[in-house]
């Protein structure tokens, strides 16, 4: 709407800014994305109780979902909400037909690179917004990407913290330093240049975008239990917290990974160097 009425692409406080109250040029503005409106010739030509007769009752319908990364079969599925689940996307042989071959499923992205992390642990939860919810993500913009375990996790949470840095507008301070501290410190980590400390700031600056405890997925491995979906935040939009999810994700459920690259980066820079006499071989 901004962008239409010819100002920098940047979000409105909400409120009083709700579109359907305040839009475009002030006025009462409708807003959908196209797949809302895809649906509307089925619900015109058949009537809403054809419609929410598929799916379940609190989510009704169909969804376009986009699989992408390591299965054998990456595409854009259409998917009954609410039945369908995670294993049947991933596995069934009308969509992405499994893993590749030789290699087992690590973890994956429910609903975008703004989701939490899911596991193999969660591979049986349904297409529906309250039961994502619970289980410590959502399915946000419906995009799955999937990891085997072949995937560098913190190569992986770094490509999402920079695009989310990069796609800040700047006009909330957490977001706009937040986001690009939060690269800066992963790209150093992922380099074999970081520290313990940078863990912890990384944890401090998404602090400073979300506030409190960050939801995130069960794990029998690490015998934690699922913190539901949402959090708290600081910024107007969501692009600011989406910076610091994924690797907020990666090192709740893979903090082997970070503590690995850092113990290394240590061993390195603590081995005493032997004295070579001048003039010596």
Same mark, same amino acid.
């Given at each position: 709407? #901004?962008?239409? #009425? ?17 839009? $475009?040029?002030?006025?009462? %503005? ?14 015109? $030509?058949?009537?809403?109780?054809? /419609?929410?007769?598929?799916? %379940? =009752?609190?989510?009704? !319908? ?6 992408? !990364? ?13 039945? %369908? ?6 596995? !069934? ?7 590749r071959d030789g290699h087992e ?6 609903? *975008? ?9 969660? $591979? ?17 913009? !419906? ?17 999402l913290v920079k695009f989310y ?11 706009? =330093? *937040?986001?690009?501290?939060? /690269? ?7 380099? *074999? ?18 506030? *409190?405890?960050?939801?995130? &997925?069960?794990? =029998? ?22 910076? /610091? ?6 090192? %709740? ?21 032997? &004295?070579?006499?001048?003039?010596g071989a």
């Open positions: 709407i #901004e962008s239409l #009425e010819g100002e920098r692409g940047m979000p409105r406080l909400k409120p009083p800014y709700f579109p359907a109250a305040i839009g $475009l040029y002030g006025k009462p %503005t409708i807003v959908n994305n196209v797949e809302t409106l895809s649906n509307l010739p089925f619900i015109a $030509l058949n009537g809403s109780a054809a /419609y929410t007769a598929i799916g %379940t =009752e609190t989510s009704p !319908g169909t969804r376009m979902i986009a699989v992408s !990364g390591h299965v054998k079969r990456p595409g854009v599925f259409e998917i009954v909400n609410g039945s %369908t689940t995670f294993r049947d996307l991933l596995y !069934g042989e009308h969509f992405s037909q499994g893993m499923l690590k973890t994956f992205v429910p609903g *975008g690179g703004s989701a939490p992390w899911f596991l193999p642990d969660q $591979l049986d939860i349904p297409f529906e917004g309250r039961a994502a919810g619970s289980a410590g993500s959502m399915l946000g913009s !419906g995009a799955v990407m999937v990891m085997d375990d072949s995937t560098d996790i913190p190569a992986a949470a770094l490509t840095a990069h796609e800040s507008c700047g006009k909330c301070v957490p977001c706009r =330093e *937040g986001g690009t501290w939060l /690269y800066r410190i992963v790209e150093r980590i992922v380099a *074999g240049e970081g520290t313990d400390a940078d863990l912890d700031t990384i944890r401090q600056v998404g602090q400073s975008i979300c506030p *409190g405890e960050m939801p995130h &997925a069960s794990s =029998e491995r690490l015998g934690l239990e699922a913190v539901p979906f949402p959090y708290k935040m600081t910024t107007i939009c969501f692009v600011g917290p989406s910076a /610091y999810v994924p690797i907020h994700s990666a090192m %709740t459920l893979f903090p082997e990974e970070f503590e690995a690259i850092v113990a290394k980066r240590e061993v390195r820079t603590t081995i005493p160097v032997t &004295a070579v006499p001048v003039g």
